[in-house]
């Protein structure tokens, strides 16, 4: 059956109606009208035959229709009399009145609040986890949060005051302390919880005592105190707080009896969590004032969540505010993430939002195919296949390797870019620590991140530093290494079918990898060799037109004869008036130039040939160096002369 176009208007949600649609393609127009409100033009007659259409027999063209005079059709019912009694007779006046008026509110006229404080952006943000802390603390358990330092002032006020319970911090005066200058000197003197013990001993059963950084408590005398009980034999009930970037001994966190953890945004609210959930609203959505909607032209709220993966809720609002105070309304959505990526960098943040696509990666047709398989998986952008099968078919990850400058890392930036996803990249070494246990630790929170934020991808620049083969001698770098490769693959097995994270790792030598990591099921080797004779015309070209090198042969075509220029100048000239009469053009002699290159560049890797092209524009630019096709032959023989001095040298 061939499929129907429809124009319709979805406003802000046809993101998320056309992924809906993907993975319920079966499901009729009526039915999905129901869930997604829409608007069509007036000489669209939406008929019984139409509606009754499978969502596979449809392709949706979103367009834009003014809200005034035109209806809102919901699958049921409608105020336009082109639908029919057939359609008017399954609902009351009454009911099409207010449905039509909730559906205009909710799609078209979503409206963002005026002002949106820290508190309400917190509470937002993490309800979920507020919830668990609130319902441990009712139950009188005492909890260990890993959050970000800037949160604990909002988190402990709101949950204890959602657990009934009364929040005494931890610089607290008892009564039993002296007061006054004396008093103030001996806290200073002794430390800034010398007033710990009073206040754990008199600790009552409606309290929590909130410890805001427990590793300041991290001492041998003082982690024996919080196991003492108070004056009412009873175990005293703590809300404690720690900073991923901070650890503390095993024995203190074991004093805990739940430990949770707050990394970033959540992708969606808790309650939109749930996989039968078919309407799904990004966090991001419910964080913005309307000023700082107003900003965007074209708002994409799965763009804006990746741009601003890594961001903590507080973090996010400032990165708004800024948004809000610097941009113009109704900016183009690229010239806000700018500032968003500037923002993020004054802000300490390391997470980077790679703008390369797989254009800008000349030849390896192959492995590109094989990689938009991949993102297709991942981006559920493949019908007739629900979560379920996708998730089954779901790669865990890849490994290029290959000689060096081939393009591994710019095929990773690409994957990560294309997929709309949000993006760790970490240098392998980074990973590595001198104290035993932190590498791992390190490890755990970069995959607990993504998994928080799935889809996700991890890139793992120089993998083989973390992910070379175990040793069996006993030495401390070898039980160091051995350790590392044994969490990554606990990380890796702990994925579940739900959560789509994919590991990406580059190296020079898989050679040296662990074997285990190379299984079908855990990370697929992808070779990134040598360029051939196509792949090398297209770096060639991509690198001319990158460096402007086919400007400058066009400025150079239409410049006027001068009785000044110089020798090589007018061989140039010369050269480009012989191929002219014989029909070639200017972009015709670029051509052969780029082919004169990936020809006699053979064994050349990406990173040689951009060389080329490099150093060509800055001779021009700096000295002037006229660039004929004389200079490349020069430049082509210099590499190769400098390879074979390499190699010798290697020999």
Same mark, same amino acid.
């Given at each position: 059956?061939?499929?129907? !176009?429809?124009?319709?208007?979805?406003?802000?949600?046809?993101?998320?109606?056309r992924?809906?649609?993907?993975g319920?393609?079966?499901?009729?127009?009526?039915?999905?009208?129901?869930?997604?409100?829409?608007?069509?033009?007036?000489?669209?007659?939406?008929?019984?035959?139409? &509606?009754? &259409?499978?969502?596979?027999d449809?392709?949706?063209?979103?367009?834009?229709?003014?809200?005034?005079?035109?209806?809102v059709?919901t699958?049921?019912?409608t105020?336009?009399e082109?639908l029919?009694?057939?359609?008017?007779?399954l609902?009351?006046?009454?009911?099409?009145?207010?449905?039509? $008026?909730?559906?205009?509110?909710? #799609?078209?006229?979503?409206?963002?609040?005026?002002?949106?404080?820290?508190?309400?952006?917190?509470?937002?943000?993490?309800?979920?986890?507020?919830? $668990? #802390?609130?319902?441990?603390?009712?139950?009188?358990?005492?909890?260990?949060?890993t959050?970000?330092?800037?949160?604990?002032e909002?988190?402990?006020?709101?949950?204890?005051?959602?657990?009934?319970?009364?929040?005494?911090?931890?610089?607290?005066?008892?009564?039993?302390?002296? =007061?006054?200058?004396?008093?103030?000197? @001996?806290?200073? *003197?002794?430390?800034g919880?010398?007033?710990?013990?009073?206040?754990?001993?008199?600790?009552?059963? +409606?309290e929590?005592?909130? &410890?805001?950084?427990?590793?300041?408590?991290?001492?041998?005398?003082?982690?024996?105190?919080?196991?003492?009980?108070?004056?009412?034999?009873?175990?005293?009930?703590?809300?404690?707080?720690?900073?991923? =970037?901070?650890?503390?001994?095993?024995?203190?966190?074991?004093?805990?009896a739940?430990?949770?953890?707050?990394?970033?945004l959540?992708?969606?609210p808790?309650?939109? %969590?749930?996989?039968?959930?078919?309407?799904?609203e990004?966090?991001?959505?419910?964080?913005?004032?309307?000023?700082?909607?107003?900003?965007?032209?074209n708002?994409?709220?799965?763009?804006?969540?990746?741009?601003?993966s890594?961001?903590?809720?507080?973090?996010?609002?400032?990165? *708004?505010?800024?948004?809000?105070?610097k941009?113009?309304?109704?900016?183009?959505?690229? @010239?806000?993430?700018r500032?968003?990526?500037?923002?993020?960098?004054?802000?300490?943040?390391?997470?980077?939002?790679?703008?390369?696509?797989?254009?800008? #990666?000349?030849?390896?047709?192959?492995?590109k195919?094989?990689?938009?398989?991949?993102?297709?998986?991942i981006?559920?952008n493949?019908q007739?296949?629900?979560?379920?099968?996708?998730?089954?078919?779901?790669p865990?990850?890849?490994?290029f390797?290959?000689?060096?400058?081939?393009?591994?890392?710019?095929?990773?930036?690409a994957?990560?870019?294309e997929l709309?996803?949000?993006?760790q990249?970490? =240098?392998?070494?980074?990973?590595?620590?001198?104290?035993?246990?932190?590498?791992?630790?390190?490890l755990?929170?970069?995959?607990?991140?993504?998994?928080?934020?799935?889809?996700?991808? !991890?890139?793992?620049?120089e993998?083989?530093?973390?992910?070379?083969?175990?040793?069996?001698?006993?030495?401390?770098?070898a039980?160091?290494n051995?350790?590392?490769?044994?969490?990554?693959?606990?990380? *890796?097995?702990?994925?579940?079918? +739900?959560?789509?994270?994919?590991? !990406?790792?580059?190296?020079?030598?898989?050679?040296?990898i +662990?074997?285990?990591?190379?299984?079908?099921?855990?990370?697929k080797?992808?070779?990134?060799?040598?360029?051939d004779?196509?792949a090398?015309r297209?770096?060639?070209?991509i690198?001319?037109? $990158?460096?402007?090198?086919?400007?400058?042969?066009?400025?150079?075509s239409?410049?006027? +004869?001068?009785p000044?220029?110089?020798?090589?100048?007018?061989?140039?000239? !010369?050269l480009?008036?012989?191929?002219?009469q014989?029909?070639?053009?200017?972009?015709?002699?670029?051509?052969?130039?780029?082919?004169?290159?990936?020809?006699? =560049?053979?064994?050349?890797?990406?990173?040689e040939?951009?060389?080329?092209?490099q150093e060509?524009?800055?001779?021009?630019?700096l000295?002037?160096?006229?660039?004929?096709?004389?200079?490349?032959?020069?430049?082509?023989?210099?590499? %190769?002369r400098?390879r074979?001095e390499?190699?010798?040298?290697?020999?």
């Amino acid at each position: 059956m061939q499929k129907i !176009i429809i124009e319709i208007d979805l406003c802000e949600r046809f993101p998320e109606a056309r992924q809906f649609k993907r993975g319920q393609n079966e499901m009729s127009l009526r039915e999905f009208l129901k869930i997604f409100p829409a608007r069509f033009h007036d000489d669209f007659i939406l008929d019984q035959t139409k &509606l009754d &259409l499978a969502l596979k027999d449809i392709v949706f063209q979103p367009v834009t229709i003014p809200v005034n005079g035109t209806p809102v059709i919901t699958g049921s019912e409608t105020t336009s009399e082109k639908l029919g009694n057939t359609l008017d007779d399954l609902w009351s006046n009454e009911q099409k009145e207010s449905v039509q $008026s909730n559906c205009e509110q909710q #799609i078209c006229n979503k409206t963002f609040p005026r002002q949106l404080s820290d508190n309400e952006a917190v509470r937002c943000a993490y309800r979920e986890e507020m919830d $668990s #802390i609130s319902d441990y603390l009712r139950h009188g358990l005492s909890v260990l949060v890993t959050c970000d330092k800037m949160l604990t002032e909002y988190l402990y006020e709101l949950v204890c005051h959602q657990a009934g319970k009364k929040p005494i911090l931890d610089a607290a005066r008892p009564e039993e302390m002296r =007061s006054g200058l004396s008093g103030e000197l @001996d806290r200073a *003197m002794q430390g800034g919880y010398s007033n710990l013990p009073v206040l754990l001993r008199n600790l009552k059963t +409606d309290e929590v005592l909130v &410890l805001r950084s427990l590793d300041l408590v991290d001492e041998g005398a003082t982690i024996e105190t919080l196991y003492e009980r108070t004056t009412a034999g009873e175990k005293p009930q703590l809300l404690a707080f720690l900073d991923p =970037s901070l650890e503390v001994k095993k024995v203190l966190s074991d004093r805990f009896a739940v430990h949770i953890q707050i990394n970033g945004l959540p992708r969606y609210p808790t309650s939109e %969590k749930s996989e039968k959930s078919t309407e799904k609203e990004f966090t991001v959505s419910r964080l913005l004032t309307q000023l700082e909607r107003d900003r965007f032209a074209n708002f994409d709220p799965e763009s804006l969540f990746k741009n601003v993966s890594g961001l903590n809720a507080i973090q996010f609002r400032n990165a *708004m505010r800024y948004v809000g105070a610097k941009i113009a309304p109704q900016s183009p959505s690229k @010239d806000i993430y700018r500032e968003i990526r500037e923002f993020k960098i004054t802000s300490g943040s390391e997470v980077e939002i790679p703008d390369t696509t797989f254009a800008d #990666i000349g030849g390896y047709d192959h492995i590109k195919r094989q990689l938009k398989h991949a993102i297709a998986l991942i981006s559920g952008n493949i019908q007739d296949l629900n979560d379920e099968q996708r998730g089954k078919l779901l790669p865990r990850g890849f490994i290029f390797h290959g000689p060096p400058g081939t393009g591994k890392t710019l095929f990773a930036k690409a994957v990560a870019n294309e997929l709309n996803a949000t993006i760790q990249m970490i =240098s392998g070494p980074e990973i590595m620590d001198k104290y035993v246990g932190q590498s791992e630790n390190n490890l755990r929170q970069l995959f607990a991140t993504a998994r928080r934020n799935a889809p996700a991808v !991890i890139f793992f620049d120089e993998f083989d530093s973390i992910a070379s083969q175990r040793s069996v001698y006993a030495d401390g770098g070898a039980r160091a290494n051995n350790a590392v490769v044994a969490q990554l693959l606990t990380e *890796m097995d702990g994925f579940r079918r +739900d959560q789509a994270v994919l590991v !990406i790792g580059t190296s020079n030598r898989i050679d040296i990898i +662990d074997e285990a990591l190379l299984r079908p099921s855990r990370l697929k080797p992808v070779e990134i060799g040598l360029p051939d004779l196509d792949a090398r015309r297209q770096v060639a070209r991509i690198h001319a037109l $990158s460096f402007a090198i086919d400007t400058y042969f066009k400025n150079f075509s239409e410049q006027e +004869d001068s009785p000044h220029r110089s020798d090589e100048e007018i061989r140039l000239q !010369i050269l480009m008036s012989q191929l002219e009469q014989e029909g070639v053009d200017t972009e015709g002699f670029i051509t052969a130039l780029i082919d004169l290159v990936a020809i006699h =560049s053979e064994g050349f890797n990406n990173d040689e040939i951009r060389a080329i092209f490099q150093e060509a524009s800055l001779e021009y630019h700096l000295e002037g160096r006229v660039l004929d096709p004389h200079y490349f032959g020069q430049k082509l023989q210099s590499l %190769k002369r400098h390879r074979q001095e390499r190699h010798q040298h290697h020999l």
